[in-house]
């Protein structure tokens, strides 16, 4: 009910703000109307993965939320594991992020309130044009083993990200043992991982949204996309104020009631379609997970 009661509250908000415009997803062609009344708690801290950041979404969104609500948002730009950790010990009021099996034990936990679907896109494997591994138009299982089996230069996070995550589950699908001297450990988020890869011509697996924002700067070409093993799905996720009594809780609940409301989800909708030709993400606001794969 508080939910609900929180989403009623900012639709009534955004409901003055009109439609985004269709496009880059930089908001509505007026600029939103300010909230008519101060939230008692302004700041909320969101704590999310860097790719979100790294591609220019919060760039859009975090302006159109702030200014349709008069709430602050301290961001807070890490891996999706150092996230759910802040979340694990109240230091965070709400998550956005993209590793579902360890959301789901971050709920079982006790730690999260509402995990709300929000949007997907998917992973890529890029690489340098010449694709030394031979591993363009394999899946990403079979593209992997020939990587191994090439000893070609692999840059990995590291960092307990969701993409690290996944890296790591498909590695072990492909029966793979990661290896000094070809697999190389960044430690770093995704924007400067790639940058790393693109300089040493090096494989990686990334996010779609962060290197099509990247593409330009990069020696770095898609080898491998598509299919249910490179689905990237984000959930927002407001940490659990029953457990920890300095979370705002109205100010998480605000958020996320916003990121899936129809204008955050029209903008995500159609956030990167005039800089790239295509949508960075997908809206799923309201959908079933399952049902994406």
């Known amino acids: 009910m508080r939910l609900k009661s929180a989403l009623a509250v900012a639709l009534a908000l955004l409901s003055a703000c009109g439609a985004p415009r269709a496009g880059s997803g930089a908001g509505s062609d007026a600029t939103p109307p300010a909230s008519a009344s101060a939230p008692a708690r302004p700041d909320v801290l969101l704590a999310t993965t860097t790719s979100t950041q790294d591609s220019g979404l919060l760039d859009v969104v975090l302006p159109d939320f702030e200014r349709a609500t008069g709430y602050r948002v301290k961001t807070t730009a890490v891996g999706t594991g150092a996230a759910l950790a802040l979340g694990a ?70 960092d307990g990200s969701g993409t690290d995550l996944l890296e790591k589950a498909l590695l072990k699908k492909a029966a793979v043992t990661a290896a000094a001297g070809w697999y190389v450990e960044s430690g770093t988020g995704m924007g400067q991982s790639l940058t790393v890869a693109s300089e040493k011509r090096a494989y990686i697996i990334t996010d779609r949204a962060t290197y099509l924002a990247r593409r330009s700067s990069l020696a770095l070409e898609s080898i491998v996309e598509g299919g249910a093993d490179l689905l990237n799905v984000y959930h927002v996720i407001t940490v659990n104020a029953a457990k920890f009594s300095r979370v705002n809780r109205q100010g998480a609940d605000a958020f996320a009631s916003y990121l899936v409301s129809p204008r955050a989800q029209s903008i995500v909708a159609s956030f990167g379609k005039d800089t790239f030709g295509q949508a960075l993400f997908f809206a799923d606001a309201g959908q079933n997970e399952a049902d994406l794969r």
């Not at 009021?93 to 590793?99: C, E, K, P, R, S």
């Not at 995990?115 to 992997?144: E, K, Q, T, W, Y």
């Not at 083993?145 to 230069?153: D, G, N, S, V, Y």
């Open 89 to 158: 010990k109240g230091d965070a009021d709400v998550l956005l992020v993209h590793a579902p099996s360890s959301e789901l034990a971050f709920m079982g936990q006790g730690n999260g309130d509402q995990r709300l679907l929000v949007m997907h896109n998917d992973f890529l494997l890029v690489g340098p044009a010449n694709d030394p591994a031979a591993a363009r138009g394999r899946s990403i299982v079979d593209a992997l083993k020939a990587i191994a089996a090439t000893r070609a230069l692999f840059i990995s996070r590291g």
